[in-house]
Structures are given as C-alpha cells and as structure tokens.
T-cell receptor
Framework: GAVVSQHPSWVICKSGTSVKIECRSL??????MFWYRQFPKQSLMLMAT?????????EQGVEKDKFLINHASLTLSTLTVTSAHPEDSSFYIC?????????????FGQGTRLTVV | DAKTTQPPSMDCAEGRAANLPCNHS???????VYWYRQIHSQGPQYIIH???NNETNEMASLIITEDRKSSTLILPHATLRDTAVYYC??????????FGRGTSLIVHP
C-alpha cells in the first residue's frame, strides 16, 4: 500500500521555541493531507486539513497562528508548532489520501512525539 | 454525533479468531465502512473497507449485515501483535478520517 513518512519520530524542545514536523507521501501525490493530535489515552483529534497550494482548513478551537501548516508540493506538508509550551506536548500524526485513484483508504505517518520542556 | 458504536475493550486468546463488532444504524446508502487500527505509539493502519458485500484481505475479513446497520471485523488467527485499538469509521468516498474511541483489543497468550 501507499506510504506516508513523517519526520521526526520524536522531538524534545524548549518552551518558547518552534518545531517543524514533515509529512511526505512517498509513492503517490497527495493533494490533501490531514493533521491530527493525540493526547495519552485519547483518540486522534483532527486539527486541520492541508490542501496543496492553498491555505489549510483548521478545526474549531485549533489556533492557526500557532500551528502553521504549509503544503507547498503534492508530496510534502509541514506542521510548525510555534512558541511551543508544555501543554503542546502530544503525539502528532499526519495522513494522506490519494484522491486521484479509486482507492479510498487513508494512509498515516508513524507519528511524531513532541515533548516541550 | 457518533456515527458508530464499538465496545470499549475486548480480549482474545492468541491463535483464536477475534471478532470486533461495530454498530452503524444511521449509515446512508453511499457510505462505506472502514476499519483502521492503531498499535501503541504508532500511526493508524488501514485494515479493510466495504460497502455492502463481505470483504477479505490478507489482514482480516469484514462482514456487513444485510441491512448494513452493523458490521464485524474478523481477525482469523489473532497474534500478540494484533493488540491495538481498532476503529470503525463510516463515511462517504470523499471522507476525512475522524476517529471515535474505538475498541481496545488485547490478545493474550
């Protein structure tokens, strides 16, 4: 099946700094990617939908100025957590679908564990 | 507004079949049933999906009732590595994957 690669797998950063997470579709073009956040013992929460060449669509309650999303190419979307604080510590996961194919399943990255100290 | 209902947890003996139920009584005619699973500290993994016919692949079988109001994911010979949270999602073809609480399956020796 299609592969979505996420980098880094884990990151520790100091409070107030910014962290960038990359999400790549390796063998298909992803016009749309999705970003999720997952806190311990909870389900995945959709943060935003990332569209290639246009602004991302954020879910209610997600600060777009804090979670900057860039989808500059058909194979790469990035999520930047700006001015990170300890409460931003979480598991961030990206997903992509190949809307050009008949397949409708979504593929997920391996996730990024962010710890803000 | 939950579209699906799943038991919060189940357990299964290694080597036995794991049957995970999902209720989706409000499913509409053009909506599919998708199953994903998430092993601890990993991203979710697609398992299988179907519209109305039963489906089988190398990972699992999906049995959908005739009225489509419920389905069962079957792992025919569960292994310890199948321990995960299993999510049932009902959506149309252009869906954005959204997750409920899922079923935490524990496979024990």
């Amino acid at each position: 099946g299609a592969v979505v690669s996420q980098h880094p797998s884990w990151v520790i950063c100091k409070s107030g700094t910014s962290v960038k997470i990359e999400c790549r579709s390796l063998d298909f073009q992803a016009t749309t990617m999705f970003w999720y956040r997952q806190f311990p013992k909870q389900s995945l929460m959709l943060m935003a939908t990332s569209n290639e060449g246009s602004k991302a669509t954020y879910e209610q309650g997600v600060e777009k100025d804090k979670f900057l999303i860039n989808h500059a190419s058909l194979t790469l979307s990035t999520l930047t957590v700006t001015s990170a604080h300890p409460e931003d510590s979480s598991f961030y996961i990206c997903s992509a679908r190949d809307f050009s194919s008949m397949n409708t399943e979504a593929f997920f990255g391996q996730g990024t564990r962010l710890t803000v100290v | 507004d939950a579209k699906t209902t799943q038991p919060p947890s189940m357990d299964c003996a290694e080597g036995r079949a794991a049957n995970l139920p999902c209720n989706h009584s409000t499913i509409s005619g053009n909506e599919y049933v998708y199953w994903y699973r998430q092993i601890h500290s990993q991203g979710p993994q697609y398992i299988i999906h179907g519209l109305k016919n039963n489906e089988t692949n190398e990972m699992a079988s999906l049995i959908i009732t005739e009225d489509r109001k419920s389905s069962t994911l079957i792992l025919p010979h569960a292994t310890l590595r199948d321990t995960a949270v299993y999510y049932c999602i009902v959506a149309g073809g252009s869906y954005i994957p959204t997750f409920g609480r899922g079923t935490s399956l524990i496979v024990h020796p």
